[in-house]
C-alpha cells in the first residue's frame, strides 16, 4: 500500500495537507485522523496505528479500530491511499542538444509560445494535465545545465514583455500556469530550474513558482513563505 500517484502531502504543525493533482484541489487532515495518515505513510501496520492511538489518547480499542477502519476505506474511495503497485513510466524520447541553442533566440517569442501551450493545456487537460505535462517535460534532458545569470536576466525581461501580449485569466495573479509556462520556457533554454508548488497554513493558502539553481525566479516575494508540498524538476 502506498499513497497514490496523483497524491502529494506535507505536515505543517499537527495538520497534514494534501494535494490531489488529478482533481486539482487540496484538503486538510486534521487531529486524530492526521495521525493515521502519519503512520500510514511511515508504514506502521493497521495494528500499530490503533495501538498508537488508543495508548495516546486512552481510548478504547475497538472504537479506536472502527474509525481507523473507516479512515481507511474513506482515502481508498477517494483515491488518496492506493493498494495496486505504481504503473512504470514510460520511456523518454531524447531531444537533440542543438534544440537548446537554438532556442535561445528570439526569447520573446518562445515565452510566449510557452504561456499559450500552459493556457491551452490547462483548458483542455485542467490541473493534472498541466502537472503531468512538466513531469514530462522535467524527464527530458536539459542541455548542459548550468547557470547563466545573463541568460537568466534575458529570459525574465523576455517573459515579462510576452505577458503583454498574452492575458491569463487574472494574470499576473494566476501562479500556476503562469509559473508552468515559465518553468517549459526556462527548460527549453537549458536553465537548471524546478517547479514548486507551496503551503501556507494561516490562512490556507497555495502558491506556484519557479526557482532557477535554487532562487525564485522573478524575485517571487510569496515563495518563501511557502511549505513545498510537490517539486518537479532537478
Given at each position: 500500500?502506498?499513497?497514490?500517484?496523483?497524491?502529494?502531502?506535507?505536515?505543517?504543525?499537527?495538520?497534514?495537507?494534501?494535494?490531489?493533482?488529478?482533481?486539482?484541489?487540496?484538503?486538510?487532515?486534521?487531529?486524530?485522523?492526521?495521525?493515521?495518515?502519519?503512520?500510514?505513510?511511515?508504514?506502521?501496520?493497521?495494528?500499530?496505528?490503533?495501538?498508537?492511538?488508543?495508548?495516546?489518547?486512552?481510548?478504547?480499542?475497538?472504537?479506536?479500530?472502527?474509525?481507523?477502519?473507516?479512515?481507511?476505506?474513506?482515502?481508498?474511495?477517494?483515491?488518496?491511499?492506493?493498494?495496486?503497485?505504481?504503473?512504470?513510466?514510460?520511456?523518454?524520447?531524447?531531444?537533440?542538444?542543438?534544440?537548446?541553442?537554438?532556442?535561445?533566440?528570439?526569447?520573446?517569442?518562445?515565452?510566449?509560445?510557452?504561456?499559450?501551450?500552459?493556457?491551452?493545456?490547462?483548458?483542455?487537460?485542467?490541473?493534472?494535465?498541466?502537472?503531468?505535462?512538466?513531469?514530462?517535460?522535467?524527464?527530458?534532458?536539459?542541455?548542459?545545465?548550468?547557470?547563466?545569470?545573463?541568460?537568466?536576466?534575458?529570459?525574465?525581461?523576455?517573459?515579462?514583455?510576452?505577458?503583454?501580449?498574452?492575458?491569463?485569466?487574472?494574470?499576473?495573479?494566476?501562479?500556476?500556469?503562469?509559473?508552468?509556462?515559465?518553468?517549459?520556457?526556462?527548460?527549453?533554454?537549458?536553465?537548471?530550474?524546478?517547479?514548486?508548488?507551496?503551503?501556507?497554513?494561516?490562512?490556507?493558502?497555495?502558491?506556484?513558482?519557479?526557482?532557477?539553481?535554487?532562487?525564485?525566479v522573478l524575485n517571487d516575494p510569496d515563495a518563501g513563505r511557502?511549505?513545498?508540498?510537490?517539486?518537479?524538476?532537478?
Amino acid at each position: 500500500m502506498a499513497v497514490s500517484e496523483h497524491i502529494r502531502h506535507v505536515q505543517i504543525d499537527d495538520v497534514i495537507v494534501l494535494l490531489d493533482i488529478r482533481a486539482g484541489r487540496y484538503l486538510l487532515i486534521e487531529d486524530v485522523a492526521a495521525e493515521m495518515w502519519d503512520g500510514l505513510c511511515r508504514n506502521r501496520t493497521p495494528e500499530q496505528i490503533v495501538d498508537d492511538i488508543s495508548t495516546r489518547y486512552d481510548a478504547a480499542r475497538d472504537q479506536v479500530a472502527q474509525d481507523f477502519a473507516q479512515f481507511l476505506a474513506s482515502c481508498r474511495a477517494n483515491g488518496y491511499w492506493d493498494d495496486a503497485p505504481a504503473a512504470p513510466a514510460l520511456p523518454v524520447v531524447p531531444h537533440s542538444a542543438t534544440s537548446f541553442a537554438a532556442g535561445r533566440h528570439f526569447l520573446t517569442l518562445r515565452a510566449w509560445l510557452a504561456l499559450l501551450a500552459s493556457w491551452m493545456t490547462l483548458k483542455t487537460g485542467g490541473f493534472h494535465g498541466l502537472h503531468g505535462a512538466a513531469q514530462r517535460l522535467a524527464a527530458m534532458p536539459r542541455g548542459a545545465g548550468q547557470p547563466d545569470a545573463q541568460l537568466l536576466q534575458r529570459a525574465e525581461a523576455a517573459f515579462l514583455r510576452a505577458e503583454n501580449f498574452f492575458i491569463l485569466k487574472s494574470a499576473p495573479q494566476d501562479c500556476l500556469p503562469r509559473s508552468m509556462a515559465m518553468y517549459r520556457f526556462l527548460h527549453g533554454l537549458g536553465l537548471p530550474v524546478r517547479h514548486r508548488i507551496g503551503v501556507e497554513r494561516y490562512p490556507l493558502t497555495m502558491h506556484a513558482w519557479v526557482e532557477c539553481d535554487g532562487e525564485p525566479v522573478l524575485n517571487d516575494p510569496d515563495a518563501g513563505r511557502m511549505t513545498v508540498i510537490a517539486t518537479t524538476g532537478a
